[in-house]
Structures are given as structure tokens and as C-alpha cells.
């Protein structure tokens, strides 16, 4: 291969990356409200069904509150690029196409941006709701953000560099390596984070409309129309960001280190799959748990945070 | 895979548990989660022992020693504290002096603390295993804190003991080993403070009808 065609070829797979993400990340959202409507003994909804509530939402035009600002208009926009871009960026079908670009702090701080941008979002407005949902937003963003860090950071010890598609493809030439009281440890706190920055029980209830509890749902109470579906879209999209890198992180099987047609469809085959495990031990889980009282929940986040660190430590110490 | 890398694998396997149930201790409020996590972290410091031993050149002694670790750190002390627990049941820690979530950061703290000053002793210690010593001064750290911040009389004993099982876990990994008389009398003083510990709650549930230490500031007649 010329340097021109690879280059092609990299921008093409990035594309395909972003694009594959994009259209998974509602579906996971359907098979995870499928399992647990089926675990809970209702029919609940098929699997598309959030893809037709996009659909839906996306022909109607979007209203804003009087006093909103720019703040509010661009958010939703914000949020979705930062994920696509994340979404195309880091190594989750292949390694060999993102090397060098999907550097760790740069993930982590696309992710954040698109928090940040939401949670002022809600304070633009200027409701009870959006400020509160803003407020416990920050709150948990405070403490998942390290931990997302420094879980990940814990497996960089070992590679000896923070590029995600380093470390991937390292864990999946060296299987013996994957599996250290380092990376167990790891794995929980990136376990817990994912569940704080995705919102989901038992940090935040994906399914209510509940002023007690609610944190997501709060703060994008006020969009309507496309400006919902963006929001909505691109939150489905940071769970399947979120679930795609726990997945390739700590079980980096099947993702494709080489640039072959072959390894690059088994590799966005086994992502699909391992994705799709992930989400319905996510829906399972949900099931068995109850939501946290808001005041735990940093009882819960510090837990994680401690455990990456001594994630890293362990690293450090143990190899 | 060679048998020295096994060793080592699971050597690590259970100093990742040691600093695992450490968090744990301090994560859980209800007394009753944390006699079961004291009893995983015995067994990974009976492991340890047992791993050792099966290196040691002079092998029966150390065998000796991880059987009377097992025996006490997995049998005796949880079932000495699930005696002292039926005392007072479903007792949790509802105040202690630090709440939750700063505990769990000032452990993380304490770890690093650790780490920091175990690298001299790494150093000079001569055993391969001794890379592993942050996690048994950690432990020492974090036994401390929750002993110091607890209010219950079990909260406390089970500080105590997670600092005993720092101290063995140091010794275990940065020397070749502890002497069996050693080992001994350090186990009839850990068999004594609980049994202690027993006594004195017993008495204050009778007084108090609560095994809250808080409540002995004062002197009565």
C-alpha cells in the first residue's frame, strides 16, 4: 500500500467507524430496555424502538425557552460531535487505523466537553430542574472523570504509553497480560464509571421523570424536537463509547491489528457482539439493583475512584 | 508458562486482593459485610504464606506457620467476631468520624503514602517478592484509619486486625518468612484482643443495650 491509499483507507475506516457506532448506539439502548422489559415479565418494546423514537423526533422541529441563549441552541450539537468524534477515534474495530490519534486525555476530554456543554446547557435555561440536574451532573462528573483517567492509566503502566490503541492492540497480541490483579482492580472502577457517565442505575434511573432523583433527564428537559433526538442520540452513542472501550480495554479479542478486509469485518463483527454481551449484563444487573439515594452515590464514585488508583498502583508495584 | 511466573501470578493475584478487601472494610458500614471480608482477606494471606512456603528451603516450619495463619485468620477471628456480632445484630456504623467517601480518598492517599515509603525497604530487601511490600504497609495505613475513625467496638477490633494482617503480609513478602515462635505469640495476642473485645462489648450491650464506644465517655458510678 502507497502512503496515499493508506491514508485512503484510514479516513474511510474512521468514517466507517463513526458510522457503525452511530447506528449501534440506539439499538443497544433497545436490547437493554428489551432485556430487562423481558426480565421484569413485561412485553416492553422491540429493539428499533429507539430508532423510530429518533425518527419521530427528528421530523419535528425544535422549540426554545425565551430566555435561552447560544448556550442552549449549541449544546446539543456539541455533544453529538464530540461523541462521533470519539466514536471514530478511538480503537474499537481496529487498532492499526487510530494509532497515534486516540490518545487517552484527548478521549477523556472529548467526553467531558460534551458533560459540560449539557450540564450548561441546563443552567441556561434558568429552570429549577435544568440548574438541579446541572448542579448533581457536575457532582458525579467530578469524580467519574479521574476515574475514567486513572483506570485507564493503570493499563498504561504496563504498555508504557496512554494511547488507547497502543494499549488495546498490546492486550490482544499478549493475552497472559490482560489478566493481572491490576487490571481486575481496573476493570471495576472502569465498570462503575461507566455506569455513572452513562448514566444508568444505580447512579441515575434511565427511565424516570422522578425530581428526587433525576440528573440526565433533568437537564434536558427543556429540548424538544431534533434538538431532543440530537441529545438523546448522542447519549446512547457516550453508553456504547463507554461500553465499546470496557470491552476492547479488558477483553481486546478480535479487534483487528492489521489493515486486511477480513480482519477489519471480524473485528467490527466480535465489537458488535461484545458490545451487545456487555449491554445485556448491564440490562441484568439493572434488574437486581435499586438507584443509589443521591447522597450515597459519591460514597459509591470515591469507592471507584480509590479503586483505580490502587488499579495503578498495583500497576506500578505488582507489574 | 514456568512455575516461578505461576508463583508470582498468584503471589500478585493475592496482594490485589489484600488492597481490595482493605477498600471494602472501609467501603461497607454494616458489621456484618465486614466479618466476610475480613475472611477473604485471611485466606489471601494465608495463600501468600502457603505460596511462600512452597518455596522456602526449609519447608516445614513456614508450612507450619501458614497452617496456624490459615487456621486463625480464616476459622477462629471470624468466628470469634460473629459471636461478639450476635450481640448486637444488624449493627452498622452510622456515624463514624469520616464519612464514607473522604475515607475511601484519604485510602487511596494512605496507599500512595505506601508506596512512596516502601522503596527504601524494597531495596534492601534481598527477596523477589519483596516488590509487593507497598500493599502490606497499605494495609497497615488503612487498618490504622479505620480503627481511628470508627465508632463501634467491632469496627475498631476489625481495624486492628486488618493492621496485624498488614504486618504479616510485610513480613511474609519482604522476608524469607516469620519464625514460628513469633508467629505464635503474635496469634495468641490477636486470639486475646478479640476475646477482649467480646468481653467488653457483651458489658455494654448489658449497660448500653448498644456496642457504640461513644457512649464510654463518661464516668458513672
Known sequence: MTADVRGLVIVALALGQAVLLAVLAPYVLGLTRAVRARLEGRAGGRLGQPWRDLRKLLRKGPTSPADASLVFVAAPPVLMATSIVVAGAAPFVATASVAGRADLIVVVGLLLLGTVALALAGLDTGTAFGGMGASREMTIAALVEPTLLLSVFALSVRVGSTDLATIVSAGATDPASVFTPASALAAAALAIATLAEGGRIPVDNPSTHLELTMVHEAMVLEYSGRDLALVEWASSLRLTILLGLLANLFVPWGVATALTPIGVLIGAAVFVVKVGLLAVALAVGEVFTAKLRLFRVPELLAGSFALALLAVLAAAVLG | ?221
Open chain 2, 1 to 221: 508458562m514456568t512455575r516461578s511466573d505461576w508463583l508470582e501470578q498468584a503471589i500478585n493475584l493475592a496482594c490485589g486482593l489484600l488492597l481490595l478487601t482493605a477498600v471494602g472494610a472501609l467501603w461497607r458500614r454494616e458489621v456484618s459485610a465486614l466479618i466476610p471480608i475480613l475472611s477473604v482477606q485471611g485466606i489471601a494471606l494465608t495463600a501468600i504464606a502457603a505460596l511462600l512456603a512452597s518455596e522456602h528451603p526449609a519447608g516445614a516450619e513456614a508450612v507450619v506457620v501458614a497452617v496456624l495463619v490459615g487456621a486463625l485468620k480464616v476459622v477462629v477471628i471470624p468466628l470469634l467476631l460473629r459471636r461478639v456480632h450476635r450481640l448486637v445484630p444488624g449493627a452498622r456504623e452510622t456515624r463514624p468520624l469520616v464519612n464514607v467517601a473522604s475515607s475511601l480518598l484519604a485510602a487511596a492517599g494512605l496507599s500512595l503514602l505506601a508506596y512512596a515509603a516502601a522503596g527504601p525497604l524494597i531495596d534492601a530487601s534481598p527477596s523477589p517478592t519483596a516488590r509487593a511490600t507497598p500493599v502490606g504497609l497499605a494495609l497497615v495505613l488503612i487498618g490504622f484509619f479505620v480503627a481511628a475513625t470508627r465508632q463501634r467496638a467491632v469496627s475498631q477490633i476489625v481495624g486492628l486486625l486488618l493492621v496485624d494482617n498488614g504486618i504479616a503480609a510485610t513480613a511474609f513478602l519482604a522476608t524469607d518468612g516469620v519464625p514460628l515462635i513469633v508467629e505464635l505469640g503474635v496469634s495468641a495476642d490477636l486470639v486475646l484482643a478479640v476475646l477482649v473485645l467480646q468481653v467488653l462489648t457483651a458489658r455494654m450491650v448489658r449497660t448500653f443495650g448498644d456496642g457504640d464506644l461513644d457512649d464510654l465517655r463518661e464516668l458513672h458510678d
